[in-house]
Nanobody, 124 residues
């Protein structure tokens, strides 16, 4: 059974940085897409960033381009999200996800599995 465990959330001030980690277990298949979604109170869950297998590329939401960087370590089955220049509007629960497909070229992954989420709060 696939399990995803996130860590690294917390509270920072505007302009600060956080690094999220997500360790996957239950499979050792580097052909999975991995990525991050977020959901703020009262809003729909949205894709933040995805990383494709075999170093084939990445996806970023327009709102985080240039500020967030996604990476993965296939030897550890772990995906990371480096978040810099954080803004109050980045405040949300962040969820790790993995799946075998994506929506299309340069688009986010289609999640098959979800983590439990980690809270990110950015204060002004």
């Amino acid at each position: 059974q696939v399990q995803l465990v996130e860590s690294g959330g917390g509270s920072v001030q505007t302009g600060g940085s956080l690094r999220l980690s997500c360790a996957a277990s239950g499979y050792s298949d580097s052909t999975y897409y991995m990525g991050w979604f977020r959901q703020a109170p009262g809003k729909e869950r949205q894709a933040v960033a995805s990383i494709y297998p075999n170093f084939a590329g990445t996806y970023y939401a327009d709102s985080v381009k240039g500020r967030f960087t996604i990476s993965r370590d296939n030897t550890k089955n772990t995906v990371y999200l480096q978040m810099d220049s954080l803004k109050p509007e980045d405040t949300a629960m962040y969820y790790c996800a993995t799946g075998k497909r994506k929506l299309g070229p340069n688009l986010p992954l289609i999640p098959d599995y979800w983590g439990q989420g980690t809270q990110v709060t950015v204060s002004s």
